[in-house]
């Protein structure tokens, strides 16, 4: 099994400090190590009301060449626990495409709405890839 190690990724003018993030590109560089990958990952980033990180991004599943199962259970558990404001998800597509696919849109659209039951609001779905990122919210997908 290959181990993953996300690293957050600062540049000097970027939205992205070690501690904040304000805007999908800053998301995006924060999950830059998963893009290369062959198998889909789903990941979550944890943020207080600020937007300042809780911890470090993490992994919630490894899926296969072309889909991954998510529950928000796993998404949910450890931000409830750190006591987040709102999180931020993204995911790889190993094919290099830069669409949501049916599947994503449905996925989260269910995490949006288990966030809005639970307090935590699901500020952005990012689509990683060689190609660059997808930003769910500015595509108008999340309202």
Same mark, same amino acid.
């Given at each position: 099994m290959n181990h993953l190690d996300? *690293? #957050? /990724?600062?540049?000097?003018?970027?939205?992205?400090?070690p501690e904040h993030i304000t805007e999908?590109?800053?998301?995006?560089?924060?999950?830059?190590?998963i893009a290369e990958l062959s198998q889909e990952v789903f990941? /979550?980033? +944890?943020?207080d009301g600020a937007h300042h990180i809780i911890?470090?991004? *993490?992994i919630v599943t490894v899926g296969l060449l072309t889909c991954n199962q998510v529950h928000p259970r796993e998404v949910f558990a450890p931000a409830i626990a750190a006591r987040? =404001?709102?999180? #931020? /998800?993204?995911?790889?597509?190993?094919?290099?495409?830069?669409?949501?696919?049916? =599947? +994503?849109?449905?996925?989260?659209e269910r995490l949006v709405k288990a966030g809005r039951i639970l307090g935590i609001e699901v500020l952005d779905h990012v689509? /990683?890839? *060689?190609?660059?990122?997808?930003?769910? *919210?500015?595509?108008g997908v999340m309202v």
């Open positions: 996300i *690293r #957050i /990724v600062s540049e000097p003018s970027a939205t992205l400090s999908a590109y800053g998301a995006a560089k924060a999950f830059s190590a990941g /979550v980033i +944890d943020l911890g470090d991004p *993490r987040a =404001e709102s999180i #931020i /998800v993204a995911h790889n597509h190993p094919s290099g495409t830069l669409e949501a696919s049916p =599947e +994503d849109i449905a996925m989260t689509i /990683v890839s *060689r190609s660059g990122y997808l930003s769910l *919210r500015q595509q």
